[in-house]
């Protein structure tokens, strides 16, 4: 399926080749418009699972330092997971230089999962998680382990829902090798982040004219108002093509009192220095390794203009506090290795 997805994706992003080396303060805010009638999906993938109906609701986004619309976005980041979702960890170790293993495990200690000290009955009573765009099981697994084995609580579960049915798939796969106990407790759901009121089980992939990401119409269920104690998403909100209704639904998914928490990468502009050498490695080594080690450098090119696109921090927790949720700590969030990922939490105020 990843093999399927990459010539759509390198007829998709001709022109991202062009701005391979040029940092986000070079690149105008428009660079590349896709244009947005039919005709002109043509430069958009070609494949049924690479391709979504524009609506008339479509609004403008980008996509890297493309413009393009929302539907387009999906479409396209569709591919960019498809194509990459057998070498995830590896995606994340470039963009990392492999600390990304360390960020997640203090990520997922910082939350806690399992122990509820405000609970009115048990701080080792039920929870329910919800893990957001985490198909290959990397969040999830960690969260099922510090629950159940940590903090002894086996009453605690995790949905994982993705829009990308090649990422979640190769979740399912891996979630094979975890305790039977953990395997129980695991759900996936096929859902759009942005409207989490359509979702349906992971369906498997039976072949590569399938469509690889939701498709909302096929839908049978959807999450209820008040139904999460923790949201969790790493690594994943700065594909949405809409932030904030993503954000919206999370303070609707979750309880009075549950916990938003995004892992993400962010900005280290406080460090210069340091900064200007991880975007040097960034725009100059990435692209050019995905494309020795996995063959695909449109997808590591996209991967990097999307984290130079992607909110600053204070800009990125306004969004939150929109949002209507409460943010504590220092600025509310917390920087990782000089800023070059950041942990966002906030809380839906209890009624």
């Known amino acids: 399926m990843a093999a399927a997805a990459r010539p759509a994706l390198k007829r998709a992003l001709p022109s991202l080749r062009s701005s391979t080396f040029l940092p986000r303060q070079q690149q105008p805010q428009c660079h590349h418009h896709v244009p947005t009638s039919r005709r002109s999906l043509s430069t958009t993938p070609s494949h049924r699972n ?7 609701s479509d609004e403008e986004t980008h996509f890297g330092f493309s413009t393009v619309t929302t539907s387009q976005k999906r479409a396209l980041v569709a591919s960019v997971f498809t194509s990459v979702a ?22 997922v200690s910082t939350l806690n999962p399992g122990f509820s000290p405000l609970s009115s009955t ?30 002894s609580n086996p009453n605690v579960k ?3 829902s993705d829009i990308n049915r ?20 695991l759900s996936f759901v096929e859902a759009n982040a942005e409207d989490l009121r359509k979702t349906r089980p992971l369906t498997p992939i039976l072949s590569q004219t399938e469509q690889t990401f939701f498709d909302p119409a096929t839908a049978t269920s959807g999450l ?49 220095l340091f900064n200007s050498v991880y975007k040097e490695w960034s725009f100059r080594a990435i692209p050019l390794i995905g494309q020795l080690v996995a063959g ?23 969004l939150i506090k929109g949002a209507g949720f409460k943010v504590s700590g220092d600025g509310g969030w917390e920087d990782l290795t000089g800023g070059v990922a950041a942990i966002h939490r906030g809380m839906k105020p209890r009624e």
């Open 122 to 151: 048990s701080p080792t009573s039920p929870q329910h998680i919800l893990d957001i765009a985490g198909g290959t099981g990397d969040i999830a697994f960690r969260l099922l382990h510090h629950a159940h084995t940590v903090n």
């Open 50 to 56: 690479d391709t979504q109906p524009t609506t008339p």
């Open 166 to 185: 090649a990422m979640l798939s190769v979740g399912k796969s891996r979630s094979a090798a975890l305790p039977a106990s953990q395997q129980a407790a």
């Open 86 to 107: 057998d070498s995830y960890d590896k995606m994340n170790d470039l963009m990392s230089f492999g600390w990304h293993r360390i960020w997640k495990d203090h990520f």
């Open 224 to 272: 209820e108002d008040n139904s999460v104690d923790l949201y969790t998403v790493a690594f994943g909100i700065r594909n949405f093509s809409d932030i904030p209704a993503a954000l919206a639904e999370a303070y609707r998914v979750l309880k009075p009192g549950g916990v938003f928490a995004c892992l993400e990468f962010s900005k280290a502009d406080k460090h210069p």
């Open 158 to 160: 995790v949905t994982i």
């Open 296 to 318: 695909d450098r449109d997808s590591y090119q996209y991967l990097v203009e999307s984290i130079e696109r992607f909110p600053r921090q204070e800009e990125f927790r306004d």
